[in-house]
């Protein structure tokens, strides 16, 4: 994949440090993009067995970038999931 500017290292460096009780705090979503070589099917799966999610969309044919692969169905789910109380 190409990028249009320089991506700064620091944050893909850092390790993340989140408490159980802010992780957990909010709604989580996940959508699961099934053409995805980046992220397996299986290592998508074990994500969502491993976390307290509201809700796992599905995108078909849609690979590690769906705002490229398939943007207007991402827009979809993601303005479902902004009505959500």
Known sequence: MVTMRPTP???IMEKLSLSSKKYESGQQF???TLDDRAFSPD???KLVRENPLEEVYE???SDHCPF????Q?????????????
């Open 9 to 11: 290292l620091g944050p």
């Open 30 to 32: 996940y959508i699961q």
């Open 59 to 61: 995108i078909k044919g």
């Open 43 to 45: 290592v998508q799966e």
């Open 68 to 71: 490229f692969s398939k943007p």
């Open 73 to 85: 169905l991402l827009h979809k789910i993601l303005i479902e999931i902004v009505q959500i109380p």
